[in-house]
């Protein structure tokens, strides 16, 4: 029996893959079980930031799991304290809650959302507005505020107490406001949703808007977050701070770890009892996380992301079967001439190269840390599938 039909015997069938068994890695290449190699272009979904088995991150990992695998949250690690006070001087942020996923770092927010209108306000005050054609995770409580119909059958009934506002209309976005709102909750870059940006004059409004009615804004940075866009946060590049940032994929190098930072106003929100999580810090994934996050704070480690992305960017703009490319920093959408997306991908794999689709576009994440002779090697693989 070949490993694919054993998996599918197994496991239940809630993804496409595609057909191949990966083995192992080395910086940003793959091999399969029959050593094709392979150019990663989509980093495991943005998760394997310094791409595969980066040596700091093996040795903070190996090293951790050799001395303490796990505790729960009723004891302290440093592990856990050094982190969490890294990221919060990193980022500016008060305090944050550690999970194991975006969606988790999600409901950690709408949670929060939820408690400080009714701490301050009482009870009614409980309505989020996401924005239309969101993403924010696959529990209840996240798919009912991912702003998508095709999100919403099967499993009713959903978690009550979303609207939805259409992304850069700021009219429809005030109509959706009333006395029952307690938080805006979007991406500035719609990852899932097909690699848009916002607009900076859509941003700035929601921020005007929330700030006037005491309304939280709360930043789905789960796929922008952790240097994906060239800047540590996205937000940097919008000239705003959310009251609630939340951080996944990227965050941890390919380890389950989620965040759910809040500012000084909210830090206090959560208190004994309220939330928690059982893995959540734990220390294994907080020391590839402090890995990750040394490394994507050294010095000119994020100009050289900007550069990178500026780099392919300029590239795929003069690449044939190319109508447009969308997103920012190394988030990279391609919206194509004639081909589908799916089609781009599945050509590119024969060829030795990983990508990955959002809506209607071939969607990049590459590693961080890619190097110029990837790049180029993986953009040719794209040119010549796009012939
Ligand atoms: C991937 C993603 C999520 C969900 O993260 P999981 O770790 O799969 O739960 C949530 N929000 C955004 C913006 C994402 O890209």
Redesign the pocket.
Known sequence: MTTQEKLNGSVMGTYGRFPVVLEQGSNNICTDENGKSYIDFGSG??TSSLGYCNDAWVEAVCKQAKSLQHTSNLYYTKVQADFAEAICKQTGYSKLFFC???????ECAIKLARKYSFDKYGKGRHTIITLVN??????MC?LSATGQDVFHNYFFPFVEGFRYAEANNIDDLKSKIDDTVCAVMM?YV???GGVNALDKSFVDAVYEICAEKDILVMA?????GVGRTGTFLAGEQFGHKADVT?L??GIAGGL?M?ACLANEKCAGVLDKGSHGSTFGGNPVCCAAGLAVLSTVTSEGFLEEVQKKAAYIREKLNTMEGIRSVSGLGLMIGIELENKTALDVVNAALEQGLLLLTAKTKVRLLPPLNITYDEIDKGLAILAEVLK
């Open positions: 979904i943005g194991n996923s975006g969606a988790e770092a999600n969101s993403f924010h995770g696959r529990t996240t991406e719609q990852g899932e789905d940075e789960v796929q922008t939340t996944a994929k389950p989620g």
